[in-house]
């Protein structure tokens, strides 16, 4: 064990900027803590020297801290890893703590070094939390180019908002023309018992006209209730929503005609959960959903073939453009997005072989095993004849998108296909690009594509 000298550590003790203490170890009393420590936590010396370190844990900490004190005592640096600690005031914070034994005034004691990491935390958190939202705007513009039914729409981007978004619950509810009480359409996460607690509903005097849900469509507006526990607003059904674990909500409208006949909602189980940052991405989400909705609900045939490819109903060259620009304007730093344009060969003299009609059947039947054997996020489009286009978003390195025309696309493609009492085995050919390094937009990743393809026929090569 350390035994300094008393004026040593005493200067050095004192004059540190990060909270240090000395503890008995028997005891668990403080015997000596110093200025650092005295300003950060709030307690005077005499009050820190009259406390335990029992006294500055979250009493559902102590259980480990008992745990850990039961370890026995090794005479090296010891570093515990984070501990939540409280201060006078109540604030809670992080710390991380790092530790030593040592004898002091001739008694078995530690010394902590206890560095705060609170701000650095939450910032990590924030990140992590954004980049989450990131991944969700993107597996839902995935979703808008490839699903074309407004109920399977909102079912996928429920799922997405769970699972990658790390939300608790997601739910959407829809009011029907010129109805005031709504219903829940989808939603993913939690258990079917909070989902039946939902009340829609647009009448003003209903105990559950306060629901952030409710106020979101009543007032055509976002609402956020970033604590449950504290909106006096939700007083009324707080009770509910916090048994469910519903600690901050957010409510967003869905208009895409002008008149609300939507909101969607994200459920989390942490106060606080969404601020200025977040909001503005879900406020973006909000506008594509907006879009993918007015979309599908207009009856026009025209209006649906200027966006999708009426036989496979794919996306066509022009919404596949447009995502592949949306993929590029959201990639991230050190993410790249790749694009594979596919052509199977010899299709001309397939159709006039077996007649067009079977021609057609084998590009539904490609269109279909593509969109299975895709990963999540990608976007699949048919730009003309017997070539299919794919981006995909947040590739790391150029390997991975090789992978997956090698090993998911070509190897999908390349196969036997059962076309009513015909059997035919394709093969098909690629041409890949990648952003940045390839083009800064999405025109120029398709020529680099279209050119690379060009390439790959004349040299025999299953993709360039």
Request: hydrophobic letters at 45%; charged letters at 25%.
């Amino acid at each position: 064990m350390i035994q300094p000298s008393d004026a040593g550590f005493s200067a050095l003790f004192h004059a540190h900027p990060v909270p240090m203490w000395v503890y008995d170890l028997e005891t668990l009393r403080f015997v000596a803590v110093n200025a650092a420590a005295i300003v950060h936590y709030g307690y005077s010396e005499a009050e820190f020297l009259a406390m335990t370190i029992r006294d500055i844990r979250l009493p559902e900490d102590l259980a480990r801290l008992d745990a850990n004190l039961r370890q026995p005592q090794v005479p090296s640096i010891e570093k515990s890893g984070i501990w939540r600690h409280v201060t006078k005031d109540g604030t809670r914070i992080q710390v991380e703590i790092t530790s030593h034994p040592l004898w002091f005034n001739e008694r078995s004691c530690r010394f902590v070094l206890a560095h705060d990491v609170t701000e650095r935390l939450l910032a990590q958190d924030k990140i992590m939390r954004l980049s989450r939202i990131y991944a969700v705007s993107s597996g839902v513009n995935a979703a808008i180019a490839r699903i074309h039914t407004r109920d399977a729409l909102f079912d996928e981007v429920c799922r997405i908002a769970v699972q990658v978004g790390a939300f608790k619950t997601a739910w959407i509810g829809v009011f029907e023309p010129d109805a005031l009480d709504g219903r829940v359409a989808a939603w993913c996460g939690g258990d079917r018992r909070s989902v039946d607690r939902v009340r829609l509903t647009l009448r003003a005097d209903s105990i559950d006209s306060a629901r952030p849900a409710c106020v979101a469509a009543r007032e055509a507006r976002t609402v956020i209730c970033n604590d449950v526990s504290t909106d006096p607003g939700l007083a009324p059904v707080a009770g509910d929503m916090l048994e469910d674990d519903h600690r901050a909500v957010a409510a967003l409208p869905l208009a895409p005609a002008g008149r609300v006949d939507a909101v969607m909602v994200f459920i989390a189980d942490t106060a606080g959960f969404f601020d200025a940052e977040e909001l503005k991405l879900l406020d973006d989400l909000v506008g594509d959903l907006n879009f993918a909705l007015q979309f599908i609900d207009n009856k026009e045939r025209l209006s649906y073939l200027a966006y999708y490819d009426v036989l496979t109903g794919l996306a066509n060259a022009r919404l596949f453009e447009d995502r592949l620009g949306q993929f590029i304007h959201s990639a991230q730093a050190g993410h790249h997005v790749g694009v594979i344009l596919v052509n199977i060969d010899r299709f001309t003299q397939f159709n006039d072989a077996l007649g067009r009609h079977m021609g057609d059947a084998l590009l539904k039947q490609v269109a279909q095993r593509l969109d299975e054997a895709l990963p999540g996020g990608a976007s699949l489009a048919r730009t003309g004849g017997a070539t299919f286009a794919i981006a995909i978003a947040e590739l790391t390195q150029d390997a991975d998108l090789e992978h997956i025309v090698d090993g998911r696309v070509l190897a999908t493609i390349n196969q036997h296909f059962r076309l009513g009492p015909h059997e035919a085995r394709v093969q098909a050919r690629a041409g890949l690009a990648l952003f940045p390094r390839d083009g800064s937009d999405a025109e120029r990743l398709i020529k680099h594509a279209e050119a690379a393809l060009q390439s790959a026929k004349r040299l025999g090569q299953p993709y360039l």
